[in-house]
């Protein structure tokens, strides 16, 4: 009888022993997984992100100088340290309704393209490096205008975030 109850306990060693394996072996996170910066800012309370290479800089809300003869979605230009930098209303831009309250934002100084140009937005919401493989492809629900412009979404804080391509922004206002 005691070889029965010892070949029990041995079995339920190994068997306690596998679990402790597996557990194990989900809590070994892969360090060489690529990580990617985004900077996620609100347009009218929906996320949004650029990848973090192409910003600059984030400046306060700043005097914006009009610009005569300029497209509807760039309101005008600002003074970065002597700099005259173009600003894009990126709501204008995507067809997003203009913020109600035009004194509060920000805008990210984005490069790309071998362009420059501030990006007017309602608040940067978070700077933070995600893992690559999170970025998923677009949804299908988005609108065609918006679409065209989107690398990739991903979830955060159980809200999902669209990425949008500086470099097909530019792309489009140099036309």
Do not use: C, W
């Not at 990617?36 to 973090?52: C, M, N, W």
């Not at 509060?104 to 790309?112: E, H, K, N, P, Y």
């Not at 608040?123 to 299908?140: M, Q, T």
């Not at 205008?145 to 809200?159: A, C, D, N, P, Q």
């Amino acid at each position: 009888m005691e070889t029965g109850i010892a070949g029990q306990k041995n079995k339920s060693d190994q068997i306690l022993e596998e679990i402790m394996r597996r557990k194990e072996k989900e809590r070994i996170v892969d360090v060489e997984e690529s990580k990617v910066k985004v900077v996620i800012f609100s347009l009218q309370g929906d996320l949004y992100a650029f990848y973090g290479e192409h910003i600059k800089e984030i400046l306060p809300l700043m005097t914006i100088y009009y610009v005569p003869g300029a497209a509807e979605y760039i309101p005008g230009v600002i003074n970065v340290r002597g700099e005259i930098e173009s600003v894009i209303n990126i709501n204008r831009f995507l067809g997003i309704a203009d913020t109600a309250n035009a004194q509060s934002g920000r805008i990210a100084l984005a490069a790309a393209n071998g362009i420059r140009s501030g990006i007017l937005v309602d608040a940067i919401e978070d700077v933070l490096d995600i893992p690559a493989n999170s970025v998923k492809p677009p949804l299908d629900t988005l609108s065609k205008s918006l679409k065209e412009f989107v690398t990739g979404e991903f979830i955060h804080r159980e809200r999902l975030i669209t990425i949008l391509d500086i470099g097909k922004i530019f792309a489009r206002v140099a036309q």
